[in-house]
């Protein structure tokens, strides 16, 4: 079964806070993905990524770092946290082309 | 950049009957066209996909339909079942768009007994 694990589920901070959200999965997929879910929007690309050292920007890239450490290892950086970045996070790997993407459970992050 | 409207984003069946969603595209080159489930609370998996070269495809109760044309596709829920209650989340890519998904807004669709 095909595996991407979130770090951490839940996550309060306050705004211009630091936060680090974490993903790994164990796959062996060169591509990873980072989305946004909010109500009415659907899920929008942060960032994405073809392999370690690779990173390509999404469509909704503002406010947000993401680096790839490792094939396993995927993260999502806010460094000046703001109210608006409130959403539910979903990390998601996949072999790329038009395959299936796996998701992760996703990390709720509400910043006050 | 790709574009991908959900045309219902709430929709309520009977069990037993059919589900219809309907979701347009707007890149001409989009040829990939999954679709994912959403149940409350949990994750979003994989339900049915279907490629350019096809105009429908079939899994079990799961039907899905491409007008390429209109740049149309639709999912066909048969003989709904309270457990198909969820989230459906229409995608579109193509081959040169980085295995970049674009999704739809989401359709919440509740089956009542």
């Known amino acids: 079964e095909a595996a991407v694990t979130q770090s951490p589920r839940n996550k309060v901070t306050v705004t211009g806070g630091n936060v680090t959200l974490s993903c790994r999965q164990t796959?062996?997929?060169?591509?990873m993905y980072w989305y946004r879910q909010d109500t009415g929007h659907g899920l929008r690309l942060i960032h994405y990524?073809?392999?370690?050292?690779?990173?390509q920007i999404g469509d909704v890239p503002d406010g947000y770092k993401a680096t790839r450490t490792t094939q396993e290892d995927f993260f999502l950086l806010l460094e000046l946290a703001s109210p608006s970045q409130t959403s539910l996070y979903f990390c998601?790997?996949?072999?790329?082309?038009?395959?299936?993407?796996?998701f992760g459970k996703g990390t709720r992050l509400t910043v006050v | 950049g790709e574009k991908v409207e959900q045309h219902e984003s709430t929709l309520s069946v009977r069990e037993g009957d059919s589900a219809v969603i309907n979701c347009t595209y707007t890149?001409?080159?989009?040829?990939?066209f999954p679709w994912y489930k959403q149940e409350a609370g949990k994750s979003l998996h994989f339900v049915i996909d279907?490629?350019?070269?096809?105009d429908r495809k079939q899994s079990q109760r799961l039907i899905v339909l491409l007008d390429k044309k209109a740049k149309r596709f639709s999912l066909h829920i048969t003989a709904t079942q309270p457990e198909d209650s969820a989230i459906y989340f229409c995608?579109?890519?193509?081959?040169?768009?980085?295995?970049?998904?674009?999704f739809g807004g989401g359709t919440r669709l509740t089956v009542r007994p």
């Open positions: 998601a790997s996949s072999d790329g082309g038009n395959t299936e993407v796996f």
């Open positions: 796959n062996s997929h060169n591509y």
């Open positions: 990524s073809y392999g370690a050292g690779n990173l």
């Open positions: 890149d001409t080159a989009s040829s990939y």
């Open positions: 279907i490629r350019s070269n096809v």
């Open positions: 995608a579109a890519t193509h081959n040169n768009a980085g295995a970049k998904l674009t």
